[in-house]
């Protein structure tokens, strides 16, 4: 098993374009979440999903969307990147929620200017 | 809003001692409590949990305590070796799982 696979693993984006963050799992987990890494403040939830076709937000959603097609993807897009979401992003995945085991990808680093 | 609180932000000890990771949470129906461990360039890693209804769990050099009446939990590491060194995060669940914001653990030979 690959686990929890991230991709790009660094990008470098302008203020006001977009991109997609991709993130997938091979281990057949309904539960999968986005959050974000910032110096000091830990991890913190932007969008999650409890199984193919169901998103809902998390504690810092704005300026994130996300989508759950499949059971193994579960992409984050980012419509107009700013500064402000200069961050390292981390894809998860766990068997039945938040109170289970989060198994973590390698993160994407993203820098906006 | 922060629900969990950790401390300190940066522990040093010396190989062969013991590190102590504090944490305060705020909700009472909090009843999941899990302890990550990222190394650099690497995502979060599980490394113990704890549940609601124990009050204290054991893996080898690693142990977790839960005050509930307290709100607080802490990681014990006894007889650090460097490669404890990294970070290491508390979270608490109640339905949304939230992190503290991190201790950076240094262990010096």
């Known amino acids: 098993n690959a686990g929890v696979t991230q991709t790009p693993k660094f990008q470098v984006l302008k203020t006001g374009q977009s991109m997609t963050l991709q993130c997938a799992q091979d281990?057949?987990?309904?539960?999968m979440s986005w959050y974000r890494q910032d110096p000091g403040m830990g991890l913190r939830l932007i969008h999650y999903?409890?199984?193919?076709?169901?998103?809902d937000q998390g504690e810092v959603p704005n300026g994130y969307n996300v989508s759950r097609s499949t059971t193994e993807d579960f992409p984050l897009r980012l419509l107009s990147a700013a500064p402000s979401q200069t961050s390292v992003y981390f894809c998860?995945?766990?068997?039945?929620?938040?109170?289970?085991?989060?198994?973590f990808g390698p993160g994407t680093r993203l820098t906006v200017t | 809003g922060e629900n969990v609180e950790q401390h300190p932000s940066t522990l040093s000890v010396q190989e062969g001692d013991s590190a102590v990771i504090k944490c305060t949470y705020s909700d009472s129906a909090s009843n999941y409590f899990p302890w990550y461990k990222q190394e650099l360039g690497k995502g979060p890693q599980l490394i113990i949990d704890?549940?609601?209804?124990?009050g204290e769990k054991k893996d080898q050099r690693i142990a977790v305590t839960l005050n509930k009446t307290a709100k607080h939990f802490s990681l014990h590491i006894t007889e650090t070796q460097p490669e404890d060194s990294a970070v290491y995060f508390c979270?608490?669940?109640?339905?949304?799982?939230?992190f503290g914001a991190g201790t950076q653990v240094v262990v010096t030979p």
């Open positions: 281990m057949n987990h309904e539960y």
């Open positions: 999903s409890v199984g193919a076709g169901i998103t």
């Open positions: 979270a608490n669940s109640w339905g949304k799982l939230q």
């Open positions: 998860a995945s766990s068997t039945a929620g938040d109170s289970y085991e989060q198994y």
């Open positions: 704890i549940r609601s209804n124990v």
